[in-house]
């Protein structure tokens, strides 16, 4: 898999009759690629690459406003690797600060979900929790956190690494 350290893709559909060399060039002029991000082409378009879905976020927002009527998005995909006969998936590491006020809710919110918590501690301005977990469990997660702390909640993901991928439902 080339770019590993990326582990989700968004297939942008071009749907204007342009070269994408051009298109390409308009992308990259609209949004700017950091070191969170890649673009590779594609058949008919180009697969924009991330590190999480944060990432992904506002560039999103600014190619469909500036190219709406060009272009096509696909769901986000997670990209797992296939090493062999084995299939690995992406183990991210997520951050997340709350309130005193909210952090009962996402404690049980974790655990729900199955996250390994890693910390737990208390700051000046709230707790913070860091858990470990299979990308395929946080995808949304900022809707989830925001619901859960009123907006007031602020979350990182990261990846942390691959790990054996047993559900052969893929």
């Known amino acids: 898999m080339i770019y590993p350290e990326f582990p989700l893709a968004q297939h942008i559909k071009l749907t204007s009759s342009r070269p994408r060399m051009d298109c390409a060039r308009q992308f990259t002029d609209i949004v700017s690629l950091t070191e969170l991000m890649a673009l590779e082409t594609s058949e008919d378009g180009f697969l924009m690459l991330a590190r999480n ?71 000046i301005s709230g707790f913070v929790l860091r858990a470990e977990m299979p990308l395929r469990l946080i995808m949304g997660y900022g809707m989830v956190l925001a619901s859960l702390s009123e907006y007031s909640g602020f979350h990182l993901s990261w990846l942390h690494g691959y790990t054996p991928y047993l559900d052969i439902t893929i």
């Open 53 to 123: 879905e944060e990432s992904l976020t506002r560039p999103m927002q600014v190619l469909q406003k500036t190219l709406d009527d060009k272009l096509e998005l696909s769901p986000l995909q997670i990209r797992y690797m296939r090493v062999g006969n084995m299939l690995y998936e992406p183990n991210m590491h997520l951050r997340v600060s709350v309130n005193s006020s909210y952090i009962d809710k996402v404690r049980n919110d974790f655990q729900v979900r199955k996250f390994k918590i890693i910390e737990d501690y208390k700051t």
